[in-house]
Structures are given as C-alpha cells and as structure tokens.
C-alpha cells in the first residue's frame, strides 16, 4: 500500500530549509521516508533507524558521501528542521502534520499499550513467553513471533543492525545480480529500497562469515566470479540463497578455474615472428 507525505509544495524556498543547504534538506526528505515507512507516528528516529549500517547503504546505493549526509544531518538540526531528543532525532511538527487515518490509528495503538502498561504497573507482561495452561512450546513460540513483523507484546520489531562489511558484500551481491540479468526485476528498485534490500539480504551474509566461518576474501572471490559463469547466477537471488549454496557455488569456481589453467597449460603460445630490418638509407 502506497504512503503519503504530506508536505508543502514550496518547502525547498522556506527559510529553514535554505539555512540547512542541499545535504540537509535531503537527510530531512531521507527522513520524512523512514518515518512514514516505519509508521513512526511521533516522528522520532532513534539509532535503530537512523543507524550507521543504514546511512551505508543508502548512501552506497545513491551514490552519496556519508561525510556529506552527517553533516547535512548537524546543519538540519542548526537550521530547526530536525531536533536532538533523548531517543534520538525528532522531524519538527511531523506529529501534527501528518494527520492521516494511518497515524491516527497508530497513536490510538500507543494510547492503549501505554494504559495497559500502567494498569499491569511494574510486574510487566509474560503473555508469549510461558503460554497458557495446556500450551506446548512450539505454541508458546509461535505466539511471540506469530509472522506478522511484530513480537508477542503487539510492538513492532525494530530493524536489525547489520555490519558494514556485511553490507558491502550484499550491495555487490546486488549489483553481480544485475550484472548477468540486468533488466531483472531487481533493477526497478530505487536507491532507497536497493539500500532496504541490502539490510534484508546482509544480515545472511554476516551470518555466513560470522557462524559459517567463511571469509570476506572468499566471499568476494565467488562474488567477483558469479556473473560469469552461465548457470549459478540465475539461481541466486537472494542473501539466504548465496549462504545455502555457499559450498556449492565455491567448490564450482575451484572447478572451473581449475579446467581454464589445464587447457592454458596445453596452449602452446607461437613464436614471435622476427621484425624485418629498417633501412637506414
């Protein structure tokens, strides 16, 4: 479902938006999206969405300076445009501007966890971890991450933060993808959603080097060797795939790497024929 942000159509000449400059008035768009994206209905980003990992890739995929987005996040905080909290950063006037169904009804949500948490006081909920009588683990399971991106309180799950090496793996993931098919579906894709894609599919790749034991060097190697080939890349496309068929995939370039220097060997090169002689005269 698409989402909307409202937002004045001459916000570029508003005075608080020149004082910020170019790179502030784009980390307060950058903003703008993360917020209507997560239903951030207060319109505060802490470190979870507004991370390290995340401003990688984004920029990575925009092709962007993460020199130039940090500053231009100090210069929208100079210029009024976003404000220092002690959850992290606050868009100004998001909450009463964005006055939509969608937010109205998260609010209503918050309204009502909140209540439920001051009628239980400080004994908190164990609803989702033990189960109800008769429950068996699996059920108990299931009801704490019931599918539906949220846990068992009802909250929303918070993004994970991924690696900035495992990051980089993912974006070149990315682009060996597009690199042997490039009118795959994946090429519609915006910066923004390319640098979601790479959070999503990084996390298998971190997992791969840091529960598999594989390397990033072997990680590029296979990466760097994958659109080459003529049948494994069309069977990837996705982070949790390239870590299944990790082995598989390796063990196919060790292979035909290996063919290539045994046919090399068995070329033999000609000899260079002489030059003929240049006359002086």
Aim: one cysteine or more; aromatic letters at 8%; hydrophobic letters at 35%.
């Amino acid at each position: 479902m698409a989402k909307w942000i409202r937002v004045d159509a001459n916000c570029n000449r508003h005075p608080r938006f020149v004082a910020a400059g170019p790179w502030g008035a784009v980390v307060v768009k950058a903003c703008w999206e993360i917020a209507k994206e997560y239903d951030l209905a207060d319109g505060v980003l802490s470190d979870l969405y507004w991370s390290e990992a995340y401003i990688s890739a984004w920029t990575m995929f925009n092709g962007m300076d993460e020199s130039s987005i940090q500053g231009g996040m100090k210069s929208a905080i100079r210029a009024g445009l976003i404000l220092e909290t002690d959850d992290g950063w606050q868009i100004k006037g998001w909450e009463r501007r964005q006055r939509d169904e969608d937010n109205a009804r998260n609010r209503k949500k918050e309204r009502d966890k909140k209540a439920k948490q001051r009628e239980r006081g400080t004994k908190g909920d164990t609803r989702g971890q033990k189960g109800t009588k008769g429950d068996s683990p699996q059920m108990s399971t299931m009801s704490a991450s019931n599918g539906t991106g949220r846990d068992g309180t009802g909250r929303k799950r918070e993004p994970s933060k991924v690696p900035e090496s495992a990051l980089i793996r993912a974006a070149d993931l990315l682009h060996a993808i597009l690199a042997y098919k490039p009118d795959h579906r994946f090429a519609r894709l915006d910066g923004k959603q390319k640098a979601d894609w790479a959070i999503n599919h990084g996390k298998h790749l971190d997992a791969l080097q840091r529960l598999d034991g594989v390397s990033w060097e072997r990680m590029d190697a296979v990466i760097k060797w994958l659109p080459g080939d003529t049948f494994w890349p069309a069977q990837i496309n996705s982070g949790s795939g390239f870590r299944k068929k990790f082995d598989r995939l390796e063990s196919e370039m060790r292979k035909r790497a290996g063919v290539a220097k045994e046919r090399a060997a068995k070329f033999k090169l000609l000899e260079p024929m002489p030059l003929p002689e240049r006359d002086n005269a």
